[in-house]
Nanobody, 115 residues
């Protein structure tokens, strides 16, 4: 079993920035994929950005020029740098990890973009 702990959410103004972090309770050295999804009430969960072993990051078109995903394997942590935030980025951001053919989800960190 792996626990994922997210942090970094909060309230930001339009045009502002936030940095999300997700730390796994086990090493992610052999992780197949790790990253972020987001969910808004009444809508399906959508991919924001993920890192797959041996491939370029997969980043949603809607955030591609504003969000950056990165990973620190030594810290078992994945980050999401969110710049130029928009009100439509408001959501619960969920960390995802696929490791040893198992999918794991964090509890989520809430991001609210509002003036």
């Amino acid at each position: 079993q792996v626990q994922l702990v997210e942090s970094g959410g909060g309230l930001a103004q339009p045009g502002g920035s936030l940095r999300l972090s997700c730390t796994a309770s086990r090493s992610i050295f052999r992780a197949n994929r790790m990253g972020w999804y987001r969910q808004v009430p009444g809508k399906e969960r959508e991919l924001v950005a993920t890192i797959t072993s041996g491939r370029d990051p997969n980043v949603a078109q809607s955030v591609r020029d504003r969000f950056t995903i990165s990973k620190d394997t030594a810290k078992s942590t994945v980050y999401l740098q969110m710049d130029s935030l928009k009100p439509e980025d408001t959501a619960l951001y969920l960390c995802f990890l696929r490791l040893d053919n198992q999918n794991y989800w964090g509890q989520g960190t809430r991001v609210t973009v509002s003036s």
